[in-house]
């Protein structure tokens, strides 16, 4: 009787164990991306529903040359993005993510995939009252939280930066005149500027600030799934779907790759 038992919870352990690894496998085919979709044309919302965007089929593509079955693509503010990385809640980040020092302290990151800039938005009545982004100094400024844009803004008009939890809120206090600037990514604000009818009555500042390189983030850890990445990011370089893809999306030759 014992025996029996005994190999029946030997059995047991066996199918749960096989189970697990069954489990294991599944999981390891499907690649949890997350992103925050209100950055048009980098991640965005679909009229479907859909998340789209430059990032997005990126990294969908990344994720096919990597052997991934599946990339599944995960939308969540921007600010939460690396918390859900500790936690293994994504396995990576794509989000027009920089790479900065203070970031890389805490994800990994691969290898740079786009190359951007910092531009300002103003109403077009203000042109000639703000010429230059140095003229916006101590002025109250616009960004979107946990951004590059939010902290180049900070240096500009300490204590004077109201920060949104997307782009859009943003651009909707330029145009309500509750901030005298949108401090953003160049991409971003050029596409602002082409697509919506909102744009209409803002303006650019013509003048580009700090370079910044974007890069797909990883858990510190996970050594494995970013040297899949990198090498993905490659072959798509090389056998020409990088450009195809960037330029669907920007129209322009890829700064970067």
């Given at each position: ?34 992103t ?5 044309p ?52 794509i ?23 910092l ?14 982004v ?15 844009g ?23 206090e ?34 580009i ?25 490659k ?20 700064t970067?790759?």
């Amino acid at each position: 009787m014992s025996f029996k038992f005994g190999g029946a919870l030997k059995t047991l352990a066996c199918v749960a164990a096989l189970g697990c690894m069954s489990s294991s496998m599944a999981y390891a085919e499907t690649l949890r991306v997350g992103t925050e979709a209100t950055y048009a044309p980098f991640e965005f919302a679909a009229e479907d529903g859909s998340l789209t965007g430059f990032d997005v089929e990126l990294i969908q593509a990344i994720g096919k040359e990597a052997g991934y079955d599946k990339v599944e693509v995960l939308n969540m503010p921007f600010d939460g993005l690396i918390p859900a990385l500790m936690t293994s809640q994504i396995d990576t980040i794509i989000a027009a993510m920089s790479i900065t020092p203070e970031r890389a302290k805490r994800v990994a990151f691969s290898e740079p995939y786009y190359t951007s800039g910092l531009s300002v938005l103003i109403l077009e009545e203000n042109k000639d009252k703000y010429p230059k982004v140095d003229s916006l100094k101590g002025k109250s400024l616009c960004a979107q939280i946990g951004t590059t844009g939010a902290m180049t803004a900070e240096t500009l008009s300490p204590g004077k930066v109201k920060a949104f939890n997307t782009e859009p809120e943003a651009f909707m206090e330029l145009k309500a005149k509750g901030c005298e600037g949108v401090v953003n990514d160049r991409p971003i604000n050029l596409y602002f500027l082409a697509q919506t009818a909102a744009s209409d009555g803002v303006t650019e500042i013509n003048e580009i600030l700090t370079a910044e390189k974007y890069g797909i983030a990883v858990h510190k850890n996970n050594k494995e799934l970013l040297e899949k990445l990198n090498a993905g990011l490659k072959k798509l370089q090389e056998n020409g779907t990088y450009d195809a893809i960037y330029q669907k999306w920007f129209k322009l030759t890829p700064t970067t790759k």
